[in-house]
């Protein structure tokens, strides 16, 4: 505390005069002899502490009241730390930059960050006055943004009234850039941003200042909390897991926790409406952690919509605590089996434990879909012929397997070989009709090696040593997607006995050549290679029990599965619907005539007419909330029904959950503003009106006492 | 009744002796009274006495006025000769004197006029003191002239030193009530009554239950009955240490109501015991108290007379 005019001061010993006036009077007070004495003690008893207590009384508040008097006229006043930045009325330029962003849901005492921000803001807009051109920017990402200063501050007061977080990151450099040109455009000499905002690192480019040293001042209003702990999903993924079936899914959530202090959070993992399991993670400070929920889609769903969200009491961000993906089965993989021995036997037919392991229990939902043709018959195929009557399409297939096929003719070999060079993917494997001399012939381009004669293992062994002479896999690749769900040792793979096997030879011209499995005489038994943007298998040994009894060992399915998949490139499929928000959505519209979009809130959008028809996608660019995306559309039979394979899902982008503050180096330097400069910390605020309004007061007591 | 004019008490003080004050006193207050009511009365004829003021003009001896050409009155035998007690509260409660003179010396003053009138009645008059407890006051009564001075000036040293002491009047009346067991007396008590206890109030409605004639003058001073205080006062105890540093205004309302309590306790009391109560204020006129006393007294009826 200071005093504008100290020398005042010395009127406070103005102080001792009630105190003199007391005591003297005290001293000077009337002597009286009184034979009634019993009758005034009796009274005393009564009113004496009254009448101490009042002549206490009356001595302080005079003693007050002179000093009052003194320290008014001394005119005292006090410094304080200044909460918001100095705002001076008149006629100027001015932005108000706000964080919207999610984060802005901060709650702070069970109220939003934003709604006390706005508060201020609306303050800061009243305190400009009249006169001032404003303008309110948001700080959320690619937030739309006004043109031009404003002196209507009615509405600027609506907006302020009317903001709501958005579900988007904070940009809070982008936003100070568009108020520095905002105001550059302005004629007034004193040009001031005022920045509410949280001041999160993520929000502040310090290398892309938005103004230089010339720009407008700067005012940041200090409202950010001193602690801002969060915890937060930052990460969902969902991929098939075998071992857990057909319908077998791993989610995969990472939640952080952007705290200095360890937490426990409690996840939930929800597969459509139903919670269907629950977890807990420990999370030490400034820890990102990671944890797998394993479940299985409902019987009879191909596709649906699931989430993680994590509970913690000591979280006061919501928005982030959950996180969407889709969920579907693998998509259906459309496989080309050419039968290059075709038996009437059933279970001797070079595909029957093939087609059993594509299609278990031949079921719909599978996810493969099998046509088998004859070697013959292979001879129709064609790259594309739709409509061509006989023809077989290639274009509607992803996969071919050539199990026990003669050699192809060279036309029809490189008509494969040209479908494979576009992204088809083959699996070649021999058997008796196999000829090495012929392959090496016309089969080439499709081969990662070429083949030579096949060795039998067994042949002489008396068949107590059949077993024994055997070949069995080893050395598998265990990264690789095909042997992912085996161990490197998995026995379900290991104990298949090989009897029979072809030789390798030379290499052919094809890329990424690589053997992802061998025999335990070395040999290859499994090799990949790249035709263009395609894939090629060859398998050494058969896919069926002639050379081999892999088929009736436990792997056989998953291997066969996993390999058909990775020939029609299926594994990255999974969450590939997910988007952030706010981003762009192309949606597949073939043979749709209407295409309607709901999401959260029932925000959507309609897609018809001209928006629609003669497209092959739309846009859908209204995604500025998390969560589920549901399609319906109609085609132009009429049927109206959901496309659940249109469906996606939003989350908010992971960078805006850190709240981590960020260095004051971090915002832009305050320029003069033509005017003074706002950075002035401390705001002086004057007493002497609180101590003329004490000192009335003491008067009015001074005169009650007295008059009691 | 033509009231006398009257006499400022305080102006009386300043005269000479005692004797002189109480003849002025009772002079002021029964000139031109026609009948003394304190005087005895008997059937047959003692002896002729000079005219005095307050004799009675019946028993002027006309006879003796047409020989001698003066006024002689005709004196009878008593049956029995009054006595009275006159008691003085000479406690440190009655030199309290508010502006005028203080309490002890106006009943000093009254007392002696009385002493004064009844020796002139040729009554006996005897005195008792109390106050100061190392000092026992008293004089026997007598109806001698001679001893009428004995009497004021022993009333005379009293009203001079001062009043000190917190003895209660009771004992005074103790004593009386001892002295006079056999015959019926007249006693008159001059105090403020301030007493710790009752027991003055009780005595003298024992007195008068002995068929005893019993006055009491309450003294008090003007200031102690209006409590006219103002400003920041100290008030000192005269029998005690006791002092109080206060607000007059702030504690007056209560001290009146309780002297007010006080006085109708006292009247309520001796009423209920039959004694005779005055209460006098010192700046009142001496021989209009007397009056009020010899005419209170007159009004009692023969059972009344200590005769």
Not at chain 2, 89 to 109: N, R, T, W
Request: with cysteine; charged share 25%.
């Amino acid at each position: 505390m200071g005093f504008l005019a100290p020398l005042m001061l010395v009127g406070i010993v103005a102080l001792a005069v009630p105190i003199a006036i007391h005591l003297i009077g005290r001293r000077r007070a009337r002597v009286v002899k009184f034979a009634a004495l019993d009758f005034l003690m009796g009274t005393k008893r009564r009113t004496a502490r009254r009448f101490r207590l009042r002549e206490r009384l009356l001595l302080i508040v005079r003693a007050v009241a002179c000093a009052a008097v003194a320290i008014a006229l001394a005119k005292p006043y006090t410094s304080c730390s200044r909460k918001g930045p100095q705002v001076t009325r008149g006629p100027q330029a001015a932005v108000i930059v706000i964080d919207d962003s999610f984060a802005s849901g901060y709650l702070i005492d069970g109220q939003p960050w934003l709604k006390k921000a706005a508060d201020e803001c609306r303050r800061i807009l009243q305190q400009l006055g009249p006169e001032a051109e404003i303008a309110i920017v948001r700080a959320s990402e690619a937030a739309e943004h006004p043109t031009e200063l404003t002196r209507d501050h009615l509405r600027l007061r609506d907006q302020l009234l009317a903001l709501e977080p958005s579900a988007r990151p904070a940009d809070t450099t982008r936003a100070l850039s568009h108020a520095a040109q905002l105001l550059a455009a302005s004629s007034h000499a004193r040009r001031t941003v005022f920045l509410a905002s949280l001041l999160a690192k993520h929000g502040l480019r310090p290398n892309d200042p938005p103004w230089g040293k010339d720009g407008p001042a700067l005012a940041v209003l200090e409202l950010r909390p001193s602690s801002m702990a969060n915890l937060a999903v930052t990460s969902l993924r969902v991929d098939a897991d075998p071992g857990a079936g057909s319908r077998g899914m791993a989610f995969d959530a990472e939640v952080a926790n952007y705290s200095d202090v360890a937490q426990k959070v409690e996840l939930s993992l929800t597969i459509g409406e139903r919670v269907v399991a629950r977890g807990t993670l420990d999370l030490a400070a400034r820890d990102k952690r990671s944890k797998r929920f394993l479940a299985a889609l409902p019987p009879g769903t191909r596709a649906t919509d699931a989430s993680v969200a994590i509970t913690s009491p000591n979280d006061a961000l919501a928005v982030d605590d959950k996180r969407w993906v889709r969920a579907s089965l693998a998509d259906r993989v459309r496989v080309l089996l050419v039968n290059g021995d075709p038996r009437t036997v059933r279970h001797d037919d070079e595909l029957f434990y093939l087609e059993a392991a594509l299609r278990p229990g031949d079921r719909e939902d599978s996810g493969t879909f099998v046509r088998t043709i004859t070697a013959e018959e292979l001879a129709g195929i064609e790259p594309h012929a739709r409509g061509k009557a006989g023809a077989i399409d290639l274009a509607e297939f992803d996969v071919v397997v050539l199990a026990n096929v003669a050699a192809l003719a060279a036309e029809r070999a490189t008509v494969l070989a040209d479908w494979v060079r576009s992204g088809g993917g083959i699996m070649i494997a021999p058997g008796d009709r196999f000829d090495p001399a012929a392959y090496d012939r016309t089969m080439l381009p499709l081969l990662p090696q070429s083949l030579r004669d096949p060795i039998d293992t067994t042949w002489g062994a008396t068949p107590q040593d059949r077993d024994s002479r055997a070949l069995h896999l080893v050395k598998w690749e265990s990264d690789h997607p095909i042997f992912a769900p085996f161990s490197k040792t998995a026995p379900e793979l290991a104990d298949a006995k090989f009897f029979k096997i072809a030789l390798l030879g030379p290499t052919t011209d094809t890329a990424d050549r690589k053997v992802l499995a061998r025999f335990t005489n070395g040999a290859a038994a499994l090799l990949e290679a790249s035709i263009g943007t395609g894939r090629t298998l060859l398998l050494t040994s058969t896919l069926d029990r002639d050379w081999n009894d892999l088929p009736i060992h436990p792997g056989y399915l998953p291997f066969v599965q996993q390999s058909i998949r990775y020939l029609a490139r299926k594994h990255g499929s999974f969450g590939s619907t997910e988007h952030a928000v706010g981003s762009s959505v192309a949606l597949a519209t073939p043979d749709l005539k209407k295409l309607e979009v709901r999401g959260p809130d029932n925000v959507g959008a309609i897609f018809e007419g001209d928006r629609i028809i003669g497209r092959t996608s739309v846009r859908f660019s209204r995604t500025e909330r998390p969560g589920v995306y549901r399609v319906t559309g109609t085609d132009k039979a009429g049927a109206n029904g959901v496309r659940d394979e249109l469906a996606f899902v939003v989350n908010i982008d992971p960078r805006g959950s850190d709240l981590t503050a960020a260095p004051p180096s971090a915002l832009p330097p305050s320029g003069t503003g033509g005017g003074s400069s706002p950075s002035d910390e401390s705001r002086r605020i004057e007493l002497w009106h609180a101590l003329a309004a004490a000192l009335l007061l003491l008067l009015l007591a001074e005169g009650l006492l007295v008059q009691r | 009744m033509n009231l006398p004019e009257r006499i400022d008490p305080a102006q009386l003080a300043r005269l000479g002796s005692l004797t002189i004050k109480a003849r002025v006193i009772v002079e002021g207050a029964l000139s031109g009274l026609h009948r003394a009511s304190v005087h005895g009365s008997s059937v047959e004829f003692a002896e002729h006495k000079e005219y005095s003021p307050g004799d009675e003009l019946r028993h002027v001896d006309w006879k003796a006025y047409g020989k001698l050409d003066r006024y002689y009155v005709k004196q009878f035998e008593q049956e029995s000769q009054l006595t009275v007690y006159v008691v003085l509260d000479a406690s440190a409660s009655m030199a309290f004197s508010g502006g005028g003179i203080p309490k002890v010396e106006y009943a000093g003053l009254a007392l002696a006029a009385l002493a004064y009138l009844v020796i002139q009645q040729q009554d006996k008059v005897g005195l008792v003191a109390c106050g100061d407890r190392a000092i026992e006051t008293m004089v026997p009564p007598r109806a001698r002239t001679t001893h009428l001075h004995d009497l004021l000036g022993v009333l005379d040293t009293l009203m001079t030193k001062g009043a000190k002491g917190d003895e209660s009047p009771a004992a005074a009346l103790s004593r009386i009530a001892e002295l006079a067991r056999r015959r019926r007396a007249l006693i008159v008590l001059a105090s403020d009554l301030f007493d710790d206890s009752d027991d003055t109030l009780k005595l003298l409605a024992q007195l008068r239950a002995q068929r005893h004639d019993v006055t009491v003058l309450h003294t008090l001073d003007p200031h102690e009955l209006a409590f006219p205080y103002d400003g920041l006062t100290q008030f000192e105890s005269l029998e005690t240490p006791n002092k109080l540093l206060v607000n007059p205004a702030a504690i007056k309302k209560d001290y009146l109501a309780r002297m007010d309590a006080f006085l109708t306790k006292c009247r309520g009391t001796l009423a209920a015991a039959g004694v005779d109560y005055h209460l006098v204020q010192t700046d009142r006129a001496l021989e209009r108290t007397l009056l009020d006393l010899v005419v209170a007294r007159s009004r009692l009826g023969p059972g009344r007379r200590a005769s």
